[in-house]
C-alpha cells in the first residue's frame, strides 16, 4: 500500500501480529485491514480469536508486536494524543458522583475546555443521544441502555474520527439491544465517525455493518470480509428482509469454517476474546 492510500484510509492495518507471555501466546498474526473514512465495520468470530485484542490495538490500548496501525494518516500513539479516537466498552464505566452532564464532559474538562464551551458542546451531545431531559440525572437512576448512551455520547464529545466499541450492548436484553442498534445507527449517520465494532452476535453485526470481518481462532487472522449491502436507514423491518437472512447466513457459514476441532477447542478455552 502507499503513503498515499494510507493517509486517504481511515484505518489502516498492516502485517499486525500480537502476542502475549513472551511470545508463547499468539493472539493475532499477519492481520491486514483497511477501513474508509465513515465505515462501521464489525469484527466477529469465535471466543478467543483476538477481536477485543485487535480492537485495542488499532485504539493503542495495546501495542503490536510485528506490524502498524496508521489512524488518519498518523501512528495509533499520535492519534490517540490527538484525540481521533473515541472508546466505548461493554461497561459504561460511569461515575456515579457525578451528573450524567459531568461525566459527558469530564474528556473537555481534562482537556481544558472552558466551562462555557463544555456546557455547550455537552448539551449537544445529550441531545444527539436524545437525552436532553437528563443532564442533571446520575448514572444510577438510569437504565441500562441510556447508561450506554451516555458513555456514547462522552465517546463522541470531541468528535472523534474513529468510534471503537468493544460489545458495547452485550450485557442488555435482546430488546434492548435492538432498540439501541436503531440508535447507534442514527447517532453513526449524524457523527459520520468511522465505527470498528466488536461483537458475539452475527445478527447485531449484519444489522449494523457496511462490512464484517470473520475472524478464525487463535492465532487470529481474518477468514472473510462480508460487504453488507443492506440499505439506509435500516428499521425494524430490515431485520425480516429476505437479504438480511441471507447475509446472516453468510456469515454464519463463514464462522463455521473458522470452527477449531474439539481437542483445539479445548486448548483455546476462550483465553482471548
Not at 485495542?56 to 488518519?72: A, Q, Y
Request: glycine share 10%; with cysteine; charged share 25%.
Amino acid at each position: 500500500m502507499s503513503g498515499g492510500e494510507a493517509a486517504s484510509a481511515a484505518v489502516s492495518v498492516r502485517g499486525l501480529s500480537k502476542t502475549f507471555a513472551k511470545g508463547s501466546v499468539t493472539a493475532l498474526e499477519g492481520i491486514d485491514l483497511e477501513l474508509a473514512p465513515g465505515e462501521f465495520v464489525s469484527l466477529i468470530g469465535p471466543s478467543g480469536c483476538g477481536k477485543s485484542t485487535l480492537l485495542r490495538v488499532i485504539g493503542d490500548l495495546i501495542r503490536p508486536s510485528v506490524g502498524e496501525v496508521v489512524v488518519n494518516g498518523k501512528s495509533a500513539p499520535r492519534a490517540r494524543a490527538d484525540g481521533d479516537y473515541g472508546i466505548v466498552f461493554q461497561d459504561a464505566v460511569l461515575y456515579d458522583w457525578r451528573s450524567v452532564a459531568k461525566n459527558i464532559a469530564l474528556p473537555l474538562e481534562l482537556a481544558g475546555w472552558s466551562r462555557g464551551r463544555r456546557s455547550e458542546r455537552v448539551a449537544e451531545m445529550l441531545d444527539l443521544v436524545e437525552l436532553s431531559g437528563f443532564g442533571d440525572h446520575h448514572p444510577w437512576q438510569l437504565s441500562g441502555g441510556m447508561q450506554q448512551r451516555v458513555a456514547i455520547a462522552r465517546a463522541l464529545a470531541f468528535s472523534p474520527a474513529l468510534l471503537l466499541m468493544d460489545e458495547p450492548f452485550g450485557a442488555l436484553d435482546e430488546m434492548t439491544r435492538e432498540r439501541l442498534n436503531i440508535e447507534l445507527l442514527r447517532i453513526w449517520a449524524a457523527s459520520r465517525s468511522t465505527v470498528v465494532f466488536v461483537t458475539h452476535s452475527i445478527a447485531e453485526a449484519v444489522f449494523l455493518s457496511t462490512r464484517v470481518v470473520v475472524m478464525s481462532p487463535r492465532p487470529g487472522r481474518i477468514a472473510a470480509v462480508v460487504d453488507i449491502d443492506l440499505p439506509q436507514p435500516r428499521t425494524n423491518d430490515t431485520r425480516e428482509d429476505r437479504r438480511f437472512f441471507e447475509l446472516v447466513t453468510e456469515v454464519r457459514e463463514h464462522l463455521r469454517g473458522t470452527e477449531p476441532a474439539e481437542g483445539e477447542r479445548v486448548l483455546q478455552g476462550g483465553l482471548l476474546a
